[in-house]
């Protein structure tokens, strides 16, 4: 028995960003030279996502995701650089009636001087100034557009 749970643990699929994912980029931090970006995929996009631990477990469950692919920013005008590929884990974001939810959550810092633009947030209060994906695919640009915003919970 014993054996056959340690096999489990050890043949289980870590969490990852699939190519072609999107997320949000959000601005955290920004001084006369960089900004931080607080980059955010949602659950529904991790493959493999782990089921969080119930109670204040929760909290500190924080495991890595893989991530095989470079992220790059966009924003409405299109892509603006590639970020590389962030150290992302796994977190607890809400409890609400249809359960917990959790997400891939990276930081990133970006020099200024490497930006072909300016970053413009679109909202003042979550400071969202454009989204991140893995890979560097249109299509997963053109199927983000598409989609209703509401169902991503950034």
Same mark, same amino acid.
């Given at each position: 028995?014993? =054996?056959? =749970? $340690?096999?489990?643990?050890?043949?289980?699929?870590?969490?990852?960003?699939?190519?072609?994912?999107?997320?949000?980029?959000?601005?955290?931090?920004?001084?006369?030279?960089?900004?931080?970006?607080? $980059?955010?995929?949602?659950?529904?996009?991790?493959?493999?996502?782990?089921? =969080?631990?119930?109670?204040?477990?929760?909290?500190?469950?924080?495991?890595?995701?893989?991530?095989?692919?470079?992220?790059?920013?966009?924003?409405?005008?299109?892509?603006?650089?590639? $970020?590389?590929?962030?150290?992302?884990?796994?977190?607890?974001?809400?409890?609400?009636?249809?359960?917990?939810?959790?997400?891939?959550?990276?930081?990133?810092?970006?020099?200024?001087?490497?930006?072909?633009?300016? =970053?413009?947030?679109?909202?003042?209060?979550?400071?969202?100034?454009?989204?991140?994906?893995?890979?560097?695919?249109?299509?997963?640009?053109?199927?983000?557009?598409?989609?209703?915003?509401?169902?991503?919970?950034?």
């Amino acid at each position: 028995m014993v =054996l056959s =749970l $340690l096999n489990l643990v050890v043949f289980a699929a870590a969490p990852a960003l699939p190519e072609h994912a999107v997320g949000g980029a959000f601005l955290s931090r920004e001084t006369k030279t960089e900004v931080e970006l607080t $980059l955010r995929f949602d659950q529904a996009v991790v493959t493999d996502a782990p089921a =969080l631990p119930a109670g204040k477990a929760a909290l500190s469950f924080k495991p890595k995701v893989a991530v095989e692919h470079e992220v790059w920013l966009w924003d409405s005008a299109g892509k603006l650089i590639n $970020l590389g590929k962030p150290s992302f884990t796994f977190r607890f974001s809400c409890e609400n009636d249809a359960g917990l939810r959790a997400q891939a959550i990276a930081k990133v810092m970006v020099q200024k001087a490497q930006l072909p633009r300016a =970053l413009v947030p679109v909202s003042n209060a979550w400071k969202v100034v454009g989204f991140a994906v893995v890979g560097s695919s249109k299509t997963a640009v053109r199927s983000w557009r598409s989609t209703s915003r509401s169902t991503q919970s950034w």
